[in-house]
């Protein structure tokens, strides 16, 4: 019901910058999006929020990110952006795009996943 395109990503040297996108799209033009952001997963390691957005434009981040990333969203378009500057091995893992939207006249929010990218900074 929700596709989502992710791009960006790869392989970068410690100190590097890097930046995601994801582009949301249905072909049922009643999706509303609440919030879209990013998310992280290492092995063994459950999947955690790097960085949100909502359509307002708050924004949350993860606090091992803060100050380093910036995330932003293009409402239009249904697109959201992650800017990764200053990285480190930490940052790696495979980062997936989420999407909080629900369907008209629905009130329930779901999750939509991307399929997702891997970033993998060496140092």
């Known amino acids: 019901q929700v596709q989502l395109e992710e791009s960006g990503g790869g392989l970068v040297q410690a100190g590097g910058s890097l930046s995601l996108s994801c582009a949301a799209s249905?072909?049922?033009?009643?999706?509303?999006?609440?919030?879209m952001g990013w998310y992280r997963q290492t092995p063994g390691k459950q999947r955690e929020l790097v960085a949100e957005v909502t359509s307002g434009g708050t924004t949350t981040y993860a606090d091992s990110v803060k100050g380093r990333f910036t995330i932003s969203r293009d409402n239009a378009k249904n697109m959201v952006h992650l800017q990764m500057n200053s990285l480190n091995s930490e940052d790696t893992g495979a980062y997936y795009c989420?999407?909080?939207?629900?369907?008209?006249?629905?009130?329930?929010?779901?999750?939509?996943w991307g399929q997702g990218t891997q970033v993998t900074v060496s140092s």
């Open positions: 249905s072909s049922r033009t009643t999706l509303r999006i609440n919030s």
């Open positions: 989420n999407v909080k939207g629900r369907f008209l006249p629905f009130v329930t929010t779901r999750d939509y």
